[in-house]
């Protein structure tokens, strides 16, 4: 293990090898071949990853770990980058064509990749991640469950999830405190036509005011007589579905 993990990273590396080669085995490779690995760390993971026939781009933050992993890894297995992922662009990577999002991902900044991965939704038809259970939860939550809220909202208008496995604190260095999940995320042919910025804006004002009715929750963001006609005016965040919130986006963008 390295000897400085930094706790602000929210770092957790995962040590067994067995799990690691089964989370590798998760990506379809169903409409893709390239795969960006978020947060690398020593390479875990990643030893895996370069087995396969693709491309394999590693985004990594920690110094301390490209060291390492510059040491592992040729040029030819992986084009490996140092920098904030939630700051990269990716636009440019791999020509334009799909790729694959996959890692252990940072706990602190779990839901932040999330939310990048929807705004390239139109790249990424797949991704595959460790998250905190509690987090994982929610991302998949359906509709009318207690853990349901705006991120399973957003991600579900694009994604179909599903957990593949769930791993106790003594897998990790240092274990966390809590159980870790790994969901798989992919993504709807047919998801909806609405502007995602706008639909993440009415989620979260709903959800942001969760205990209010949606007349008062989504007062100067959506007019209230579009949620009168949609009978949604006295119901709560919680109480709409996913296809609720996209209709209300899609009678906005008429």
Request: proline share 5%.
């Amino acid at each position: 293990m390295a000897k400085h993990l930094k706790k602000s990273l929210g770092q957790h590396l995962l040590t067994r090898p067995e799990v690691a080669e089964k989370i590798a085995t998760f990506l379809s490779f169903e409409g893709y071949e390239h795969v960006v690995e978020v947060g690398p760390g020593q390479g875990i993971l990643t030893q895996h990853l370069v087995k396969q026939k693709n491309k394999l781009v590693a985004v990594e933050f920690d110094q301390d770990m490209i060291t390492v992993l510059e040491k592992t890894f040729t040029r030819d297995q992986l084009d490996l980058i140092q920098g904030d992922f939630l700051r990269i662009n990716m636009h440019p990577f791999f020509d334009g064509q799909q790729f694959a999002l996959i890692g252990n991902y940072p706990y602190n900044i779990s839901s932040q990749i999330v939310f990048k991965m929807l705004e390239y939704r139109t790249r990424i038809p797949e991704m595959v991640g460790m998250f905190q259970k509690e987090m994982a939860a929610r991302i998949i939550a359906p509709h009318g469950s207690k853990t349901y809220g705006g991120i399973s909202v957003l991600t579900q208008a694009y994604y179909s999830g599903e957990a593949m496995m769930t791993l106790k604190p003594g897998s990790f260095s240092p274990p966390p405190k809590v159980n870790s999940m790994v969901i798989r995320l992919r993504r709807k042919e047919d998801y909806p036509e609405v502007e995602y910025k706008f639909l993440r804006r009415v989620v979260k004002s709903a959800f942001g005011k969760r205990r209010k009715k949606l007349s008062n929750a989504l007062k100067g963001v959506v007019p209230v007589e579009l949620l009168k006609e949609l009978y949604f005016a006295d119901l709560r965040a919680e109480q709409l579905s996913v296809e609720n919130f996209i209709n209300i986006a899609q009678h906005l963008g008429n």
